[in-house]
């Protein structure tokens, strides 16, 4: 079955950039997300890329894709306390489908 | 709009009782599903709606649970006979489909309910 994994933790230094991996084993995944989840909240939409896409771009966030590793990389540029949270990838095959996430990436951001 | 409501934020339950959660969508969104998610876990997905219809419930949905939206709006999640084991959040999302005029992809999330079983 599908299955998705992250590294655990992620320790930065504000005005850093940080670099969260995801890896997933389902070659169908078409669309590929990641999520932020701040304490006590449900989670957020951050960005999404389309599996025939390399990279996608917006504001401070660049999504990275290899699709023949399967591997996914989020980039945070000029990280923030406010960034401090614990952040998910997830796969689907369709869009609007079920989504497979993996357990998540808890980033600490020190001042 | 006001975003994914659910309800009640938390409940507290003895084993063996029934308990029901319900979702309110974003309004335009046909689609609208469940999650669970233990501590230091990704949401495990559940089953999910298009409009009034189940498309789709996890294999490993034990049968004490079953979820309804009849009027492909609100949804709401019963589970029966409940074990401490299914002491977890709840989570709610929706999401448009493709060519209901929106760009965006992938869930919009409530805030979860969060089930202590005692």
């Known amino acids: 079955g599908e299955d998705v994994e992250q590294s655990l933790f992620l320790s930065v230094r504000e005005g850093d950039s940080s670099v969260i991996n995801c890896t997933y084993t389902?070659?169908?995944?078409?669309?590929l997300y990641w999520y932020k989840q701040e304490p006590g909240a449900g989670l957020q939409l951050l960005t999404y890329?389309?599996?025939?896409?390399d990279m996608k771009q917006d504001q401070r966030l660049t999504v990275l894709l290899n699709k023949k590793d399967k591997h996914l990389s989020l980039r945070i540029a000029d990280t923030q306390t406010g960034d401090s949270a614990i952040y998910f990838c997830a796969e689907s095959v369709t869009n609007a489908g079920k989504s497979t996430f993996g357990d998540g990436t808890t980033l600490t951001v020190k001042p | 709009d006001t975003g994914v409501s659910q309800d009640p934020r938390h409940k507290i339950t003895k084993r063996g009782q029934n308990v029901t959660f319900r979702c309110d969508p974003i309004?335009?969104?046909?689609?609208l599903y469940w999650y669970r998610q233990t501590l230091g876990q990704g949401p495990e997905f559940l089953t999910y709606f298009q409009n009034e219809a189940q498309l789709e419930k996890s294999r490993l949905l034990s049968d004490r649970f079953s979820a309804e939206r009849p009027k492909g709006s609100f949804s709401t999640l019963e589970i029966q006979r409940t074990e401490q084991g299914d002491s977890a959040m709840y989570l709610c999302?929706?999401?448009?489909?493709?060519?209901?005029?929106?760009?965006?992809?992938?869930?919009?999330f409530g805030s979860g309910t969060r089930l202590t079983v005692v």
């Open positions: 890329i389309f599996s025939n896409m």
């Open positions: 389902d070659s169908s995944s078409t669309y």
């Open positions: 999302a929706s999401s448009p489909l493709t060519g209901q005029g929106v760009l965006n992809y992938g869930y919009t």
């Open positions: 309004s335009e969104h046909n689609r």
